[in-house]
């Protein structure tokens, strides 16, 4: 089971996570992953910041006001005197550690990679120990246990891979007598270790993976990411009114949700468990009545082909383009050579045959960078007006209609389209890629609400699934 930020994020929160700890340890035995503190992480990675600036005054002022936050928890959670002690002394020790870590950073004004990684990791190692301290106050066994130990990374410091069998072997040794005793280990999320012991951590959101990286090394039954919605949803529910949980996706369809940003899943998360096809559930720890989203490998049919829609704003579309650049051969190359040298992450990319321009998006945070290397690198071609123009489109988005039974379903597009002709839609870009699990179309970001209105209702995803079918004449 993992709880995400939003599940820990008060002395509240956490109460209901132990209820939820302590329902499911009577059935089976149970391995919880945390996540920090809501918020925790944002504020750590600032004071990185800070210190690399120099602040001090500004990285300590988050010190302060985060050991705040931890304190009110523990006094609130933790009753026990000796237990109380014992964990806020624990607590202290990792904000020493931070604050060094700060210091150091602020007197070498440099901030490596390795270094974010170590403070930007304190807020797992900070919620484990009170998490763990709750459940022993609610008369579970729980036991904190740095992920340092059980996840071996690769060295790539901020976006980490786990060496699988490295992490099976030392898990079991160090998880399985814990189990075995009936203690429930209290994990920290996000984090793991170089086989050097060099801590790393997985990417932001990590939490999520480090619990199926775990589930798939344990053999888990099933894997739990407790967080703060009910499942994965037909669309985002600020955006559109009907929208409702899913019952059940495949492996596929939630990795496409993810990528394409319905902030449910770290976009790793599947990876870990595609071979041993364990199924994860997504289900909301602020309401556990609920039965939630069940993502299995090959999930279930709704009678129609499209599951969900998705919508990712703070996007910038980029155009290289000009008549001369028909037929030339190295530019879509050079064009993507440029964005992987900048590390821009490309979220979409269409051209057409006719081969007038390519355009593709990235990330509004990315769009200088990107935008300032491709003009360096056409520079001739502009000049020799091979390349006419680089140009950059912001106040857009993109909408995903997402299934996997699209595949080989003919007309999908043709609704989508029609759909959105209908509420008067216009479409910037259009893109398909042949696995056909997901038509992605790029509109004005004024559009989006609509657009996910008109292809919502086309599809009749917020009908229920029974209903869906007949309606289908199936
Ligand atoms: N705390 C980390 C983050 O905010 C990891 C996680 O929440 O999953 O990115
Ligand atoms: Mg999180």
């Given at each position: ?320 383009g000009g008549p001369g650049i028909v ?29 007038n ?28 007006e091979?390349?006419e ?86």
């Amino acid at each position: 089971m993992k709880f995400g930020g939003t599940s820990v994020g008060d002395a509240t929160c956490i109460g209901r996570v132990v209820q939820i700890v302590k329902d499911a340890s009577r059935e089976s035995s149970v391995v919880i992953v945390v996540s920090a503190m809501s918020g925790v992480t944002n504020r750590l990675i600032e004071a990185a910041g800070r210190a690399e600036a120099g602040e001090r005054d500004s990285f300590n002022a988050i010190f302060a006001d985060l050991r705040a936050q931890h304190e009110a928890a523990l006094v609130r959670l933790i009753q026990d005197p000796q237990r109380r002690n014992q964990i806020g002394s624990c607590l202290d020790k990792i904000f020493d550690e931070g604050k060094r870590l700060c210091e150091g950073t602020a007197l070498l004004r440099e901030l490596t990679p390795r270094t974010l990684d170590l403070i930007s990791s304190l807020g797992e190692r900070l919620s484990a120990p009170l998490v763990a301290g709750a459940l022993a106050e609610a008369g579970v066994r729980g036991e904190p246990v740095e992920a340092t130990e059980l996840i071996v990374t690769d060295s790539c410091h901020g976006g980490a891979d786990p060496l699988m069998d490295r992490t099976r072997r030392r898990s079991e040794a160090r998880l399985r007598p814990l189990l075995d005793q009936g203690v429930v280990p209290v994990v920290t999320g996000f984090i793991g270790s170089t086989e050097d012991g060099a801590l790393t951590t997985l990417g932001r959101g990590g939490s999520d993976y480090s619990a199926t990286i775990l589930g798939a090394v344990l053999n888990a039954d099933e894997i739990i990411i407790w967080t703060d919605v009910d499942g994965v949803l037909t669309a985002d529910p600020r955006l559109v009114p009907d929208a409702r949980t899913i019952p059940e996706i495949s492996y596929r369809e939630a990795s496409e949700l993810a990528y394409f940003g319905a902030k449910v899943l770290h976009p790793k998360t599947l990876h870990a468990v595609a071979e041993a096809g364990i199924p994860v559930w997504i289900r909301n720890s602020f309401a556990p009545e609920r039965i939630g989203t069940k993502i299995t490998p090959k999930g279930r049919s709704n009678g129609g082909g499209v599951k969900a829609l998705t919508a990712i704003r703070d996007v910038v579309l980029i155009t290289v383009g000009g008549p001369g650049i028909v037929g030339v051969p190295d530019v879509v190359g050079r064009t993507f050579a440029t964005t992987a040298e900048v590390r821009a992450n490309v979220l979409l990319i269409s051209q057409s045959s006719s081969q007038n321009d390519i355009c593709f998006i990235v990330s509004a945070s990315d769009a200088k960078r990107t935008v300032d290397a491709l003009r360096k690198e056409f520079a001739q071609d502009v000049a020799h007006e091979k390349v006419e123009h680089i140009t950059v489109h912001s106040g857009i988005a993109i909408v995903a209609v997402v299934g996997e039974n699209m595949r080989g379903a003919p007309g999908l597009a043709g609704r989508t389209f029609n759909a959105l002709g209908r509420d008067n839609v216009n479409i910037i870009a259009i893109a398909q890629g042949s696995s056909e699990s997901n038509i992605s179309f790029v509109v004005s970001e004024h559009d989006v609400k609509a657009a996910l209105a008109a292809t919502h209702r086309e599809f009749a995803l917020g009908v229920r699934v029974a209903q869906h079918s007949n309606v289908m004449g199936s």
